[in-house]
């Protein structure tokens, strides 16, 4: 259940983002694997463990307010993931979704603030007394979003960097030339 409510949030929302994707990379299973690890920040041992436990889900009731967690946390991290994808294919020139663009930015994503005051707010805000709410967790997804852009975000400091990548300067600050 886990699994396919996560596949209907990435059908939910790269279809809403309205990406120039001729190769279908948003549909691959190897990117669908790559943000989903990505959003939750999962090693290897993570991966198990999260497949364990949806395995062995014999105690729903009390793993509900988790996995609902862990779903909001997607459902941010995917929102913004495609927001970053957007924006790239509006202020990139020739850039591509590709096997190699989807690694990046899932690695970015993943290493990014955004997605550490996402998850923190998510985390902190949903618990036994309110994970069945939709409203309240509609809330918190919007909030966590919000708060996740508040800072500088992950994608001004991608778009930074590759204005500078494309000025010719490189990470020292010296024009090459």
Known sequence: MFFTSFDEIMRLVSGSWGLIDPKYELGKKSTRKRFFEACL????????GVKAGMALN????????FITVALLKVAAGLIMIHEDLFWRQREEEGFQLTTETVREVALEFSESEGRVTASAHIGSQVEILNFASKAHCQKVLA?????ARGEESWQQQIRQKAKTKAKGIN???ILRG
């Open 143 to 147: 909030t966590a979003i919000r708060l």
């Open 41 to 48: 920040k999962l090693s290897a041992a993570g991966r198990i």
């Open 171 to 173: 990470n020292r600050g």
């Open 58 to 65: 014999f105690l729903s009731v009390a793993t509900a307010p």
